[in-house]
């Protein structure tokens, strides 16, 4: 009887599977949602301007945000950025545009965006424009124009500011009444036309004379176009909260 054989038997060692990759996006959701609470906590212990900062983002990134309202509708919008005041120029030339004597004031009414924000100036001509020479009352044609771009400017909570400006002829009477008091006065009607007609409560925080201090063309200080009326639209600055019952004052440099 043959003994019986020794049988050896090698088994291969089976490879390591690897892992699937379901858990990779748990993990993933799982962070997400960790840093989502922690976002909701900070802001949450955040001031209030940060959370509407942030809440505007989020409704609009392209930066119209919309805030909660002091009384004035369903929200206000913030205009910050350089694109939305050349929007807004947009809409001011367009809403002149349709005025009747718009061909004929044209010339006169320039607007610009600068580093403060969109300034728009009324610039007179020999004959007078806007206001009669040497005086303060308001034409006609700047009373149409101030109610065009007072309702558009009201619609915003950025601060306004208006400056009046002379030529360098003095007054034969400079020692009762000068180019300061005229670009003051030409200023403040020029705040009251527009305070009746869309600029809400405290939206104009400076009314500034500065007689022939700031010419338009130096070259020729007795020029007519350095007589003018600027209109600026401000930046909101940041962090800051647009306030109301504010006495609109007179600065005289």
Request: proline content about 8%; aromatic content about 6%; overall charge positive.
């Amino acid at each position: 009887m043959e003994p019986e054989s020794i049988r050896i038997v090698r088994k291969k060692p089976l490879a390591h599977q690897p892992h699937g990759g379901a858990w990779k996006v748990a993990y993933a959701d799982f962070v997400t949602a960790l840093m989502s609470l922690f976002i909701v906590l900070w802001l949450m212990n955040s001031s209030r301007p940060i959370q509407e900062a942030v809440g505007g983002y989020f409704r609009d990134p392209y930066g119209v945000a919309r805030r909660p309202t002091t009384g004035r509708g369903p929200g206000e919008r913030i205009l910050t950025p350089k694109e939305n005041l050349a929007r807004l120029k947009q809409k001011l030339l367009n809403d002149l545009a349709s005025l009747p004597e718009f061909p004929k004031l044209k010339n006169q009414i320039e607007i610009t965006v600068t580093e403060e924000g969109l300034r728009i100036e009324l610039i007179e001509n020999a004959k007078g424009t806007f206001f009669e020479n040497g005086k303060s009352q308001p034409t006609e044609a700047l009373i149409a124009v101030l109610k065009v771009l007072a309702p558009e400017a009201g619609k915003l909570p950025n601060p306004v500011s208006i400056e009046g400006h002379t030529d360098a002829k003095p007054f034969s009477n400079a020692h009762i009444y000068s180019n300061w008091e005229l670009s003051s006065d030409r200023a403040n009607a020029a705040r009251r036309l527009m305070e009746a007609s869309g600029l809400h409560a405290g939206q104009v925080v400076a009314v500034r004379g500065y007689a022939d201090r700031r010419l338009r063309d130096p070259k020729h200080p007795f020029d007519p176009s350095n007589r003018r009326v600027s209109i600026l639209i401000q930046y909101l600055p940041d962090n800051v909260k647009q306030t109301t019952g504010q006495v609109p004052t007179t600065v005289r440099r």
